[in-house]
């Protein structure tokens, strides 16, 4: 069965830096993998999708990178801001006919004004 | 504006009460989701369809109910055989391809008292 972990659970940071999430995978058969941000009492907003056959997507400040051989994708942020504060989620699809996404926990980022 | 609508976005009941949880995509999307946040843990999937009038369990059904009379609607019933039902309850929706982004709602938050 998959297992998504992320760590750490919780992460704060002065503004202006830049940081990578992690999310790791413990079975590498898998079809995509998708980051989501979610804010406070909200739904999932998704950030990047990075299908299997790709190393890596980018949109703005963020990047996000796959590596099926070791099972781990990273989220880069750059230069963050406050407003970049939120729980980030990462969720991989299996390859296969039942392809439901399994989430990670999420990692929870503050940043620092 | 495409996109998910869940309502409402606070709901009360008794114990012992069955409730319904409204999703409405306007997305065009065959596949539809139900999922359950709880405190610390990643999402769990309750429900899914992946065409109108067919429906799947996921990996947490015991104690829910669904219907897919049409395709812009996915209604989620708790019923009071579910034994821990107060949690964040998200909807979303995709392509059945999976090569799509899933896309969520803004989520209802039940309390059962």
């Known amino acids: 069965k998959q297992e998504v972990t992320q760590i750490p659970a919780a992460l704060s940071v002065p503004e202006g830096e830049n940081l990578v999430l992690n999310c790791s995978f413990t079975?590498?058969?898998?079809?995509?993998l998708q980051w989501f941000r979610q804010d406070p009492g909200k739904g999932l907003t998704s950030l990047l999708l990075?299908?299997?056959?790709?190393r890596e997507q980018t949109s703005g400040r963020l990047n996000a990178s796959l590596d099926k051989s070791s099972g781990r994708s990273t989220l880069y942020i750059a230069a963050s801001q406050p407003g970049d504060s939120a729980t980030y989620l990462c969720?991989?699809?299996?390859?296969?006919?039942?392809?439901?996404?399994?989430f990670g926990s999420g990692t929870q980022l503050t940043v620092l004004p | 504006d495409g996109g998910i609508t869940q309502s409402p976005k606070y709901l009360f009941r008794k114990e012992g009460q069955n409730v319904t949880l409204s999703c409405e995509q306007n997305l065009n999307h065959d596949a539809m989701y139900w999922y359950r946040q709880d405190p610390g843990q990643g999402l769990r999937l309750i429900y899914y369809s992946q065409i109108v009038n067919d429906f799947q369990k996921g990996d947490i059904a015991e104690g829910y109910s669904v219907s897919r009379e049409k395709k812009e609607s996915f209604p989620l019933t708790v019923t009071s055989a579910q034994k821990n039902p107060t949690a964040f309850y998200l909807c979303?929706?995709?392509?059945?391809?999976?090569?799509?982004?899933?896309?969520f709602g803004n989520g209802t938050r039940l309390t059962v008292t």
């Open positions: 990075i299908q299997s056959s790709q």
């Open positions: 979303a929706s995709s392509s059945t391809t999976g090569k799509s982004p899933l896309h």
């Open positions: 969720a991989v699809r299996p390859t296969g006919s039942a392809r439901q996404l399994t």
């Open positions: 079975d590498s058969a898998i079809y995509n």
